[in-house]
């Protein structure tokens, strides 16, 4: 678990130690936080995929409870090793990325051991963290290509790959700059 561990938290470091170069903040803090509580944190997030990976993932109630333990361990969200990496996440999507995990490697007969469960989890993380911030990126950069030009975005994209074949041009034109007239207000 060591090797995986030791990557997934280096991700978190650079990141934060690069941003806090960035604005000139001492390393220091960091190093004494990292130094003082990651065993804690480690062992919280431990006993947390522990907790969620041994009760009934497949319960209508799961998620309910994966979030309930989620907030009630909220300090178990440490910059190094966040359980939700991003303001760009909520609760219930990383509950629900624990249950399609968790389900995913009961059909593809992974060893049902909390230690991989930990393993995959740290995955999952950076896989959501990744997504989440490429989704992100991607809808600035939709936002601003539609707010150049609402009224042409709305004509030359969102109109060819919408199934309104008994529109005619009148009403495509008038629904366009209302969206553009949304869109740029």
Known sequence: M???????????????????????KSFDIYAEDFCVNAKDSVDKRVKFVSNIFTS???????????????????????????SVPTTLLTF???CKGY???FIQMAKQGVAATTTKAFEFSLVLTLELDFNAEEEYLFNI??????????TSYCSGTIKPNTGFGLWNETIWTKACELAAQQVTS
């Open 92 to 94: 219930h999507d990383v």
């Open 141 to 150: 950069c939709t936002d601003s290509i539609v707010r150049s030009d609402a």
């Open 56 to 82: 009934n993932y497949n319960a209508t109630d799961w998620s309910n409870q994966c979030e309930k333990q989620l907030l009630d361990k909220i300090t178990m969200n440490a910059w190094y090793l966040p």
């Open 2 to 24: 060591k090797p995986e561990l030791c990557t997934y938290m280096g991700v978190y470091v650079i990141r934060y130690l690069k941003e806090a170069a960035s604005q000139h």
């Open 99 to 101: 249950q399609d995990l």
